[in-house]
């Protein structure tokens, strides 16, 4: 049977600009349901500055307390710069994600940097990773479009792939940060991509925005992709693109792979109790649909 492997990003995408903090007892218990439910690839904080994200500022902390009680589940972080680099190295993190913007007004808006000068730092970043020995994975956000640009130049995303795979990275990540891709511009840069770095494993970062999360998902994997972004109830978007929210639901991601006989290794309803442990914490229902539907059946989450 075909297999994915589908990261979930609630830890840190779909919390990262909630207003309510969570503490760590809480984090903790989501982590622990999400491995439970089988997830194998947890996105679990960021080392950004607690000024701006204060959502994060205890990865650190998480990381040192769950890294060793879930062997077979890869933990993972974001890492913007060489501050945040310092502190993944002294918690002991072994893999991090790493990424800047094929969009100049979206990297100005995301870091205050023009993207030139930011994909230069990021690939002296990466570099500086592997030399430390950790695995990472490098991203192109906005490689779909930019809500604020328009279209973005395929050939410059080609070209920021190619430069990526040659710092030691070990896997690119494409990534619809503004929620504006479709299925035929999907099939067509994944192509052009894998075309252009043949040997180089390639994850896709979807966003619902407009619908077309799960068509863009199902195209990709039709291209070869089996690597793929999700979070947990749809939690989470990009905080400096108006109405960019909603990651694809993770629940909603392993029906639809299951649906068409690829296996996830994930447990529909263990994980629909990840998601109603979110929306307890958060007071309100979450986007996805999956658990929902479950619900509407009469079918028991427990």
């Known amino acids: 049977m075909p297999t994915v492997i ?3 990003e609630s830890l840190r995408d779909g919390l990262q600009f909630e207003q309510k903090i969570l503490t760590l007892e809480e984090k903790w218990s989501l982590y622990r349901l999400l491995a439970a439910a089988g997830v194998k690839r947890l996105q679990v904080g960021s080392f950004v500055h607690p000024k ?5 500022a205890d990865t650190a902390e998480f990381i040192q307390h769950v890294r060793d009680e879930t062997p077979g589940v890869l933990i993972t972080a974001l890492v913007l710069n060489d501050k945040g ?3 993944a190295l002294n918690c002991g993190l ?3 994600s790493m990424s800047s913007s094929a969009s100049n007004s979206h990297s100005l808006k995301n870091v205050k940097r023009p993207a030139t000068e930011s994909f230069a730092a990021l ?3 990466i570099r500086q990773a592997v030399a430390s020995g950790l695995e990472v994975r490098a991203g192109i956000q906005c490689a779909f479009g930019c ?3 328009g279209a973005v130049a395929e050939d410059r995303v080609i070209e920021m ?3 990526l795979a040659e710092t030691g990275a070990n896997e690119l990540n494409l990534a619809d940060t503004t929620g504006m891709a479709n299925p035929l511009q999907v099939r067509r840069l994944v192509a052009k991509t894998r075309a252009a770095i043949p040997q180089f494993p390639i994850s896709i970062h979807l966003h619902d925005t407009r619908g077309l999360g799960l068509a863009n998902m199902l195209a990709a994997y039709e291209e070869g992709v089996n690597i793929f972004d999700v979070s947990a109830g749809g939690l989470g978007g990009c905080p400096f693109v108006k109405g960019a929210s909603g990651n694809v639901a993770a629940e909603d991601a392993v029906n639809l792979f299951e649906q068409i006989g690829v296996a996830t290794g994930i447990d529909l309803k263990a994980l ?3 998601v109603d442990r979110y929306e307890e914490i958060l007071g309100r229902r979450l986007p996805g649909r999956m658990n929902q539907v479950i619900k509407s059946q009469g079918i028991s989450c427990e």
């Open 123 to 125: 690939l002296d970043l």
């Open 52 to 56: 701006v994200v204060p959502q994060m």
């Open 272 to 274: 629909c109790k990840v």
């Open 6 to 8: 589908l990261e979930d």
């Open 94 to 96: 072994g893999h991090l």
């Open 161 to 163: 792939a190619v430069r």
């Open 147 to 149: 809500a604020y640009e």
């Open 85 to 87: 680099l310092e502190r």
